[in-house]
């Protein structure tokens, strides 16, 4: 009887079992691909009721009330670290696919999740304006279009009350928001800052059209309202569908220049979580990059998972967003990273290390000709003609307000180092006049434009007085310094070659001795005892003495000529270089380099006579341009902190060879 009993108790809980088969899941709506949920229902065997929320303040509400009958819920990292204080959630254990996540998004989110037991980052991404071009441009004439101005000047909205604005139903990031607009800390809980961005907000109120959560996705896409104050992902999909209604009018995001939030959404299981099992099984079938990649692809929210990148279409090229580094709010935490009311601080702003969707290239044709100073936005690309205009370099704007600036290009027109043939003062003139041969579009083989996610200005040129060359060093290290001040990244151009030793002072005295990739003809490390001469042979043999630069991680490619000092610096010649591929050498110098921050040099004369016929003295026997420029690009993972080009001149003896050669730029 007793066998038989088990026998019956083991029958009746098999029917039991299948029907426990279940996961519930409490989410945004619209926050899971369609068909990863189809696919994981169908590998797994599990059953998944999906119920959405339209606030935080109703998920909180679920989680720290406890038995709220869900297995993953999917909070901001502000509401995870809630949830964690409340003793709300349970640990998520070993996971199987964890290693696919973007490691630094991880350290983030750890500082509200200690060792990333409770949350796994699962989308981030920033609040910004979704917008209507041609309605704003036809209202607003001239008027930037990624400013929030344009909510809250009444001179601006009062324009646009007609074609409808509204703004995220988020209170504690749109009031995050008003505050850093005026100037304030965007967590302030001081009565007088908050009562300052009541007004702002009750300024804009009359010329608002709601205040809503999803609703203005189709709004935007149909025309019915022609600026959001949303998320990256909400415009991205109003872009589309805009798209793909073949509207007569295109839906762009802009990241707001006077900065805006960062956000991270999570998953976790509540601790009274009736199915943990399922829960555990689906975080981790999430953590695939072909699940998480189908996000993307289909609802344009960035995802979190750094092995997804090969998954991602291009099918958002459609969209026309701009995907621009975030100015990150002042004095902000990265603790409090999330979609409902964070920033990062802004050292952690800049690209992913595995770039969003919505990070297609772009170009915004509302510029303006001659860009050099007519352009309003530090970002983008825009079509110019490339016989016309204003030859600042890329046809970036000619600025030396470095506020809100990533990276500065200027130029040293400095060539009395020079040995024998001068000439590469017009280097600086010339590489921005061949330049805009290139800037009207992405740069092949590249599938992303720089300038989506550099701020990036044309500082003009280093002033010297020339009758006192004594002078020039300290006048172009000075001129240095000053641009790193500003917490900007320097891309210089030449000029003959001496340049990058007053450079050197100016970098190592703001980050330390550098490591340093010098791609040239000649090791310019001949000595010089007494150190008074201004020579382009001496510079690195000053700067390995004076510790500007740390000759173990340092490295010097394409040489062709002979030292037998070497200094300490590794040297790939041009025999080793010709013997390996560009992928081999590259690694090489990445081993080289390690995790050191980086001045990259390249002169002139690393590149064959036959393709550079400008340079003196020429050095034959080099590789071709597009070698070089694939040994560049394949260093993408050192950190470059400045870069130099120079040696450029005018032809002489082939007067119709080109100053440029193609293709023109190594971004990475």
Same mark, same amino acid.
């Given at each position: 009887?007793?066998?038989?009993?088990?026998?019956?108790?083991?029958?009746?809980?098999?029917?039991?079992?299948?029907?426990?088969?279940?996961?519930?899941?409490?989410?945004?709506?619209?926050?899971?691909?369609?068909?990863?949920?189809?696919?994981?229902?169908?590998?797994?065997?599990?059953?998944?009721?999906?119920?959405?929320?339209?606030?935080?303040?109703?998920?909180?509400?679920?989680?720290?009330?406890?038995?709220?009958?869900?297995?993953?819920?999917?909070?901001?990292?502000?509401?995870?670290?809630?949830?964690?204080?409340?003793?709300?959630?349970?640990?998520?254990?070993?996971?199987?696919?964890?290693?696919?996540?973007?490691?630094?998004?991880?350290?983030?989110?750890?500082?509200?999740?200690?060792?990333?037991?409770?949350?796994?980052?699962?989308?981030?991404?920033?609040?910004?304006?979704?917008?209507?071009?041609?309605?704003?441009?036809?209202?607003?004439?001239?008027?930037?279009?990624?400013?929030?101005?344009?909510?809250?000047?009444?001179?601006?909205?009062?324009?646009?009350?007609?074609?409808?604005?509204?703004?995220?139903?988020?209170?504690?990031?749109?009031?995050?928001?008003?505050?850093?607009?005026?100037?304030?800390?965007?967590?302030?809980?001081?009565?007088?800052?908050?009562?300052?961005?009541?007004?702002?907000?009750?300024?804009?109120?009359?010329?608002?059209?709601?205040?809503?959560?999803?609703?203005?996705?189709?709004?935007?896409?149909?025309?019915?309202?022609?600026?959001?104050?949303?998320?990256?992902?909400?415009?991205?999909?109003? *872009?589309?569908?805009?798209?793909?209604?073949?509207?007569?009018?295109?839906?762009?995001?802009?990241?707001?220049?006077?900065?805006?939030?960062?956000?991270?959404?999570?998953?976790?299981?509540?601790?009274?979580?009736?199915?943990?099992?399922? *829960?555990?099984?689906?975080?981790?079938?999430?953590?695939?990059?072909?699940? #998480?990649?189908?996000?993307?692809?289909?609802?344009?929210?960035?995802?979190?998972?750094?092995?997804?990148?090969?998954?991602?279409?291009?099918?958002?090229?459609?969209?026309?967003?701009?995907?621009?580094?975030?100015?990150?709010?002042?004095?902000?935490?990265?603790?409090?990273?999330?979609?409902?009311?964070?920033?990062?601080?802004?050292?952690?702003?800049?690209?992913?290390?595995?770039?969003?969707?919505?990070?297609?290239?772009?170009?915004?044709?509302?510029?303006?000709?001659?860009?050099?100073?007519?352009?309003?936005?530090?970002?983008?690309?825009?079509?110019?003609?490339?016989?016309?205009?204003?030859?600042?370099?890329?046809?970036?704007?000619?600025?030396?307000?470095?506020?809100?600036?990533?990276?500065?290009?200027?130029?040293?027109?400095?060539?009395?180092?020079?040995?024998?043939?001068?000439?590469?003062?017009?280097?600086?003139?010339? #590489?921005?006049?061949?330049?805009?041969?290139?800037?009207?579009?992405?740069?092949?083989?590249?599938?992303?434009?720089?300038?989506?996610?550099?701020?990036?200005?044309?500082?003009?040129?280093?002033?010297?007085?020339?009758?006192?060359?004594?002078?020039?060093?300290?006048?172009?290290?000075?001129?240095?310094?000053?641009?790193?001040?500003?917490?900007?990244?320097?891309?210089?151009?030449?000029?003959?070659?001496?340049?990058?030793?007053?450079?050197?002072?100016?970098?190592?005295?703001?980050?330390?001795?550098?490591?340093?990739?010098?791609?040239?003809?000649?090791?310019?490390?001949?000595?010089?005892?007494?150190?008074?001469?201004?020579?382009?042979?001496?510079?690195?043999?000053?700067?390995?003495?004076?510790?500007?630069?740390?000759?173990?991680?340092?490295?010097?490619?394409?040489?062709?000529?002979?030292?037998?000092?070497?200094?300490?610096?590794?040297?790939?010649?041009?025999?080793?270089?010709?013997?390996?591929?560009?992928?081999?050498?590259?690694?090489?110098?990445?081993?080289?380099?390690?995790?050191?921050?980086?001045?990259?040099?390249?002169?002139?004369?690393?590149?064959?006579?036959?393709?550079?016929?400008?340079?003196?003295?020429?050095?034959?026997?080099?590789?071709?341009?597009?070698?070089?420029?694939?040994?560049?690009?394949?260093?993408? *993972?050192?950190?470059?902190?400045?870069?130099?080009?120079?040696?450029?001149?005018?032809?002489?003896?082939?007067?119709?060879?080109?100053?440029?050669?193609?293709?023109?730029?190594?971004?990475?």
């Amino acid at each position: 009887m007793r066998l038989a009993a088990s026998v019956l108790l083991l029958a009746c809980a098999l029917p039991l079992q299948a029907e426990e088969r279940v996961l519930n899941i409490y989410n945004w709506a619209d926050y899971v691909a369609p068909q990863a949920l189809e696919r994981f229902q169908r590998e797994r065997g599990i059953r998944v009721k999906y119920d959405t929320f339209d606030s935080t303040e109703v998920l909180d509400s679920k989680l720290l009330t406890g038995r709220s009958g869900y297995d993953v819920v999917f909070p901001a990292s502000s509401g995870l670290a809630r949830a964690i204080k409340a003793k709300a959630l349970q640990p998520l254990g070993a996971l199987s696919n964890a290693g696919n996540l973007d490691p630094e998004l991880l350290a983030k989110l750890a500082s509200v999740d200690p060792g990333n037991r409770y949350g796994v980052p699962y989308t981030w991404g920033t609040v910004g304006l979704g917008i209507n071009r041609q309605a704003l441009e036809r209202r607003l004439p001239g008027v930037a279009l990624d400013s929030l101005d344009l909510l809250f000047k009444p001179e601006y909205a009062g324009k646009l009350k007609d074609c409808g604005i509204a703004v995220l139903d988020s209170p504690q990031e749109v009031i995050a928001i008003a505050l850093n607009y005026l100037g304030k800390d965007p967590y302030s809980n001081a009565p007088a800052d908050l009562e300052a961005a009541r007004q702002l907000l009750a300024q804009l109120q009359p010329n608002l059209r709601y205040v809503g959560s999803g609703r203005h996705i189709d709004d935007l896409a149909r025309g019915e309202i022609c600026l959001a104050l949303t998320y990256t992902g909400d415009a991205g999909m109003a *872009a589309a569908r805009a798209a793909e209604a073949q509207q007569p009018f295109e839906v762009l995001f802009r990241i707001p220049r006077e900065g805006t939030l960062i956000w991270f959404d999570t998953m976790a299981i509540p601790v009274e979580a009736p199915h943990p099992e399922a *829960a555990r099984a689906f975080i981790d079938f999430m953590l695939q990059p072909e699940a #998480i990649a189908e996000l993307t692809n289909a609802l344009y929210f960035a995802n979190a998972n750094a092995a997804a990148t090969p998954c991602w279409t291009r099918r958002c090229a459609a969209t026309r967003t701009s995907t621009r580094r975030p100015r990150c709010a002042p004095g902000c935490s990265p603790s409090r990273s999330s979609r409902s009311g964070s920033s990062a601080s802004a050292p952690a702003c800049g690209p992913p290390s595995a770039p969003s969707i919505e990070e297609t290239p772009t170009m915004d044709h509302s510029f303006d000709n001659d860009q050099a100073i007519t352009r309003d936005s530090l970002y983008g690309t825009a079509a110019e003609p490339t016989y016309a205009g204003i030859t600042s370099f890329m046809r970036r704007r000619y600025s030396r307000d470095l506020r809100g600036v990533d990276l500065v290009v200027s130029g040293v027109p400095f060539d009395t180092a020079t040995t024998n043939r001068p000439g590469s003062r017009f280097g600086p003139r010339a #590489i921005r006049a061949a330049s805009v041969q290139s800037a009207w579009a992405r740069h092949f083989p590249w599938e992303f434009d720089p300038f989506d996610l550099l701020a990036c200005v044309d500082y003009g040129d280093c002033y010297f007085d020339h009758g006192r060359p004594e002078a020039v060093p300290a006048a172009i290290q000075a001129h240095a310094e000053q641009i790193l001040a500003a917490g900007c990244a320097l891309l210089t151009l030449g000029g003959d070659h001496f340049i990058s030793y007053p450079l050197l002072k100016a970098h190592a005295k703001q980050h330390g001795p550098l490591a340093l990739i010098h791609f040239d003809a000649h090791s310019d490390t001949w000595p010089d005892e007494e150190g008074a001469r201004i020579d382009h042979g001496t510079m690195f043999y000053h700067a390995a003495r004076e510790g500007l630069v740390d000759p173990a991680h340092s490295v010097q490619v394409g040489l062709r000529t002979t030292n037998d000092d070497v200094m300490g610096f590794a040297v790939l010649d041009a025999r080793e270089v010709h013997r390996s591929t560009p992928a081999q050498i590259a690694e090489r110098i990445r081993a080289r380099v390690g995790e050191q921050p980086v001045y990259l040099t390249f002169d002139i004369d690393c590149l064959d006579p036959a393709f550079a016929p400008a340079p003196a003295p020429r050095c034959a026997a080099a590789c071709p341009a597009t070698r070089r420029w694939r040994y560049c690009a394949a260093c993408a *993972a050192s950190t470059w902190w400045a870069w130099t080009w120079w040696r450029w001149r005018r032809p002489t003896t082939t007067p119709r060879s080109p100053p440029w050669p193609a293709p023109p730029w190594p971004w990475r």
